[in-house]
């Protein structure tokens, strides 16, 4: 089973940037898809964007939707979250996941079986 290992949190001023990073070890990505879901305090774990290895097909939640670009760099084994025009209501812990479904484009959080430990984004307003 792949193991994920997030990094690139921080802390931000809103309207800046962050991009995070959830590299992969003791398996490729080749094989799964690989989504972002993110949890605030007080609140539930929410999908923001995945991407189906299979084919590069991507999916965004509404909130994030021209803001957030999902990528994956298979020669690094690597998926990036670029974040830009971060707002306050962004900060979160940050996990990525990993379903063993390449083609699948979901941002449930059943759908995925490998979770990395996450990482903090804090956007200062």
């Known amino acids: 089973e792949v193991q994920l290992v997030e990094s690139g949190g921080g802390l931000v001023q809103a309207g800046g940037s962050l991009r995070l990073s959830c590299a992969a070890s003791?398996?490729?990505?080749?094989?799964?898809?690989i989504a972002w879901f993110r949890q605030a305090p007080g609140k539930k774990r929410e999908g923001v964007s995945c991407i189906a290895t299979s084919d590069g097909w991507t999916s965004y939640a509404d909130p994030v939707q021209g803001r957030f670009t999902i990528s994956i760099d298979n020669a690094k084994n690597t998926v990036y979250l670029q974040m830009n025009s971060l707002k306050a209501e962004d900060t979160a812990v940050y996990y990525c996941a990993a379903s063993p479904r390449p083609q699948l484009v979901s941002l449930k959080i059943p759908d995925f079986s490998s979770w990395g430990q996450g990482t903090q984004v804090t956007v200062s307003s």
């Open positions: 003791g398996s490729t990505f080749d094989g799964y898809a």
